[in-house]
């Protein structure tokens, strides 16, 4: 008999008199919390990345700030000018260890826990884009905010390869004190249109 | 085979091991108490805390109460999305599949995303022997694997090291196995923190083929999920180009939306964060990013076994966050080596006996390592009834011994209570024994238990494995059967005698 029904095959006999379904009640939402994107703000600051908020009209300005001179890559549709950056056109890992810097938009923004969600689509990039380099300045429109994860859930297409990003790397394994900075980009620079 | 550490002894002597090393003991005091406060105050921001663990738990429960069917539909899903699934009934099973995988592309090593369910098969110790090396490159993990040490908890398997000595561990052993330590490295969490980043970047940047674990796996979507902080798990998914993942059958939930609960319950119950740093998830391969060859190994090891158990399945729910560790009397003492295996704590001490029986001695004294406090209950985000479960398993323990060619001393006093319970007669000869026990350990004993009742100490012969660790209250003078019959049942208003 194949291990795959071997295995099929005992679960079967340990269910044997068990009801298959229980019911599976809603999960409780959070209650309305006013400003989401003030929130948002204020969660994804206490993970100790910068936020900067600005109009539509000054983001360009915005971004080369945050990267002040950083070599740079960006995603094929990053939607505005970056002068000096390298569009990313599948360059190798080492390549990409050579740059500072990466700037991609993202697909959702959730205020109650302060994260971003990239979906990698052409206006965010390949994954490898958004991890390898140190400083990732990640632009997020304010219309993008929702509450709390189920709302990101019903948004996010999970056929999509999803990096949910809560601040920069951090580790706590050294006496449980956390530490930001360890393999992801030690510096994260939301910058929040609208 | 089973995730147990050979050679180890029985929890008592272990414990007994570990209570001694008061390193260790300020180490986890330290760090118990800082993950314990962080998670109080996150779960106190949740208004509805308890129903979204009765939410966690129903989504975990309803997928298991129906495993079968989630499982093939989650195999299908994944093929359609363009992965490979394999079937490991055991761990030798898994580690061969994950061998001849990475042999297949001609590799030498792989990188390892932090994982329970590779610790628990043993896949480092077996690729090793296949002359494949398996680089840990979550930093706790690193730190074991460094210092050819065990892991002692499941969130963070080096809680038992300090800083200095973990500065002592890089600066010995980095340099054996790739990029050494930095020569002024300090102590300073952040300079080992960066000192592990550089250690690292090679190998990620060289590596070929990545093995990980999954903390979720969607039926409907073919998606795996990972949890992570440092990054250490994005590169290991998303840098190489073959990558194999390892995940336990329990880890399947039926829907993408059931991943709701779960994701709002792990990282506030095992960080203490409101989410953790990085989330990945993924659904078989997407040309032009990450890996282009994804298998899927769905792995039994046992879990069948536990499946079966009717008080014990509940164990299944676990999404391993280690929050019963954090809270547990008895972990915060002793730490996580003494229970033996790569699941310690409350926890572990219900799942090693579900997944491997109860036959060996040292499994079998893992669920004797509680008080049944209840606290680990209290924590748990998927409302495993832990006490419950250990309660249970004991009686599987006693079970187990029941043809025993020589009975052990506690089915002999079992045995000799029932002898005397069966007849009254017996019964009062018992009594009038037990209440002359009474006054002489009350004009001699030494011991005296709150409420000024004398207890007698430590007491020689079969008793003492009792009496080592708990003092024996003195027997009352008189029974109740006396007192009745002295004071016709209290008629006489005889409320003295020694009642105590």
Known sequence: ?194 | MSGTFVGMPAFPTAARAALGDTQLRRNLAHATHTIRDKRARVVAEVEDWEELRIAGAAVKEAALRDLATHLETLEASLVRAGATVHWARDAEEACAIVASVTRAHGADEVVKVKSMATQEIGLNEALEAEGIAAWETDLAELIVQLGEDLPSHILVPAIHRNRAEIREIFRRRMGAVGRPAPEALTDEPAVLAGAAREHLREKFLRARVAVSGANFAVADTGTLVVVESEGNGRMCLTLPEVLISVVGIEKVVATWDELDPLLRLLPRSSTGERMNPYTSTWSGLTPGDGPQEVHVVLLDNGRTRALADEVGRQALRCIRCSACLNVCPVYERVGGHAYGSVYPGPIGAILNPLLNGVSDEQTASLPYASSLCGACFEVCPVRIDIPSVLVDQRAAVIDSHRGDRVPKQEALAMKAAAWTFADARRLRWAERASGLAGRVLGRFSRTTLPGGRTAAGRLPGPAAGWTGARDLPAPPRESFRQWWDRTDGGRDGGRQGDGS
């Open chain 1, 1 to 194: 008999m194949s291990a795959r029904d071997e295995i099929l095959g005992r679960v079967r006999a340990a269910l044997a008199d068990v009801a298959p379904a229980v019911d599976v009640p809603t999960a409780p939402r959070v209650p309305n919390r006013g400003d989401l994107v003030a929130l948002f703000v204020e969660r994804v600051e206490d993970y100790r990345a910068t936020v900067t908020r600005c109009a539509p009209g000054d983001l360009a300005d915005v971004v080369v700030a945050a990267l002040d001179g950083a070599t740079t890559v960006v995603p094929p549709r990053l939607g505005i000018a970056v002068p000096g950056a390298v569009v990313d056109d599948g360059l190798s890992a080492a390549e990409l260890d050579r740059i500072d810097a990466v700037v991609t938009r993202a697909r959702v923004g959730i205020a109650e826990t302060g994260t971003i969600v990239l979906d990698h689509e052409p206006d965010q990039g390949r994954r490898a884009i958004s991890l390898v380099p140190d400083l990732h300045v990640c632009i997020v429109d304010a219309s993008q905010v929702v509450a709390d994860v189920p709302d990101a859930i019903a948004l996010l297409d999970p056929a999509r390869p999803l990096t949910w990003i809560s601040g920069p790397s951090a580790t706590s394994d050294i006496e449980l004190d956390r530490v930001e900075g360890v393999h992801g980009p030690r510096t994260l620079h939301v910058v929040l249109v609208g």
